[in-house]
C-alpha cells in the first residue's frame, strides 16, 4: 500500500503538467483571446485597434506559444497564478474568495446524494419487479439522464410559475448568518442533490440484487432469519462497498455541475467563475481553475482509493 501511495503521489504532479500544457494549447488554439473581449464592443476604429495591439505586445501574447507556456508555468511554480482580467484582482484571491461556495454545495450535494439514493436503492432492490421499483428506477433514470441545468429550470418553473414563490438567490456566508445561508442555498443543494443521488439509486439496486443471491444470503434465509433482517444487516453492509468509489469519481461531475447550478442561482462560487473566467478570455483564470480543480480531483480519486482498501481487506494494491 505505501509504495502504490507514493507512486500515485509520484504521479499527480507529472499528470497535472500534461494536463497544464494540453489546457493551455486549447486555450490558445481557441479564436481571440483577453484583448479581443477586452475591445469585444468597439474594434472597428484604427485607435482601439492600435490600443488592442499594443496590448497584446505588453501581455506577451504575440510571443510564440511555447514562451508563453513557459513563463507561466515558471511563475506557477513560484506560486504567481497571474492577475484576473476579469475581476482585476490576484487570481489566488478569487480563489480565496470563492472556493467557501462551491465547497458547500458539493458537502451539501454528497451528504444529500447519499441520504436519499442509498436507502431508495435498497428498497427498489427489496420490492423488485414491483411498482415500486419500477417507479424508482424509472425516477432514477430520468435523474441521471436529465441535464443539470434542465433539473435548475424545472424546478425554477415549479416554484415560480405553479407555486408563484421565488426563491432566495445569492448568498450569504454561513459564518455571517447561517439561517439565510441555508435558505440560500438549498435550492441550488437541491438541483445537485437529484444528480447526485440518481447513480447511487442505480449503483445500489444492482448491488443488492447482487448480493442478494449470495451463497451466505441463501444460509442466513434458510437458518430461518427474518428477510428485512437479512436485507438489512447481512446484504446491505457488503453492497455498499462500491459507493465509497462512486462517490469520489461522483466530484467530477459534481463540479461541472456547479458551473451552471450557481449561475442559475447567482451563487459567486468556483462553477460560477469559470464560466464567467470563460466568456472573457481569462486566461490567467482559466488556467488556474483547472490546474486546482485538477489537483483536487486526483487527491479525492486518492484518498477514494485509499479508503476502499481499507474497507475491504480483500483488496490489495501493488
Known amino acids: ?7 500515485r503521489l509520484i504521479l499527480i504532479p507529472v499528470t497535472l503538467l500534461f494536463l497544464s500544457l494540453i489546457f493551455f ?17 468597439d474594434m472597428a476604429s484604427s485607435l482601439q485597434a492600435a490600443r488592442a495591439q499594443q496590448l497584446r505586445e505588453e501581455l ?36 480565496k474568495e470563492r472556493w467557501h461556495p462551491s465547497f458547500q454545495l458539493m458537502i451539501l450535494a454528497v451528504i444529500g446524494g447519499v441520504s436519499i439514493g442509498i436507502p ?16 424508482l428506477r424509472m425516477i432514477a433514470i430520468t435523474g441521471i439522464t436529465l441535464p443539470v441545468f434542465v433539473v435548475a429550470a424545472l424546478l425554477l418553473i415549479l416554484l415560480v410559475g405553479i407555486f408563484g414563490w421565488m426563491p432566495e438567490i445569492g448568498y450569504v456566508s454561513f459564518f455571517e448568518d447561517p ?22 439509486m442505480r449503483l445500489v439496486r444492482s448491488e443488492m440484487l447482487e448480493v442478494i443471491r449470495e451463497d451466505y444470503i441463501r444460509t ?36 461541472s455541475g456547479t458551473v451552471i447550478t450557481e449561475s442559475v442561482f447567482e451563487v459567486p462560487g468556483l462553477g460560477r467563475t469559470i464560466r464567467e473566467a470563460a466568456s ?6 482559466l488556467q488556474s ?8 480531483v486526483m487527491v479525492i480519486n486518492l484518498l477514494t482509493d485509499i479508503a476502499y482498501g481499507w474497507i475491504d481487506p480483500r483488496i490489495r494494491y501493488t
Open 25 to 41: 494549447m486549447m486555450l490558445r488554439a481557441i479564436p481571440g483571446d483577453t484583448v479581443d473581449a477586452i475591445f469585444a464592443e
Open 289 to 296: 481553475m483547472v490546474i486546482a480543480i485538477g489537483a483536487a
Open 220 to 255: 442466513a434465509r434458510a437458518k430461518g432469519l427474518r428477510d428485512r433482517l437479512v436485507v438489512f444487516r447481512h446484504a446491505l453492509r457488503n453492497a455498499l462497498l462500491p459507493v465509497v468509489t462512486t462517490t469520489g469519481l461522483s466530484i467530477g461531475g459534481l463540479i
Open 120 to 135: 431508495l436503492g435498497v428498497f427498489s432492490a427489496y420490492k423488485q419487479d414491483t411498482r415500486v421499483d419500477y417507479t
Open 1 to 7: 500500500m505505501r509504495q502504490y501511495i507514493i507512486r
Open 280 to 285: 472573457s478570455r481569462d486566461y490567467a483564470m
Open 179 to 200: 439561517s439565510r445561508n441555508m435558505k440560500k442555498m438549498a435550492w441550488p443543494a437541491i438541483v445537485l442533490i437529484v444528480a447526485a443521488s440518481a447513480p447511487y
Open 60 to 95: 506577451g501574447l504575440t510571443r510564440p506559444i511555447h514562451v508563453q507556456y513557459l513563463d507561466w508555468l515558471g511563475h506557477m511554480l513560484r506560486g504567481d497564478l497571474g492577475h484576473s482580467f476579469r475581476y482585476n484582482k490576484p487570481v489566488t484571491q478569487v480563489l
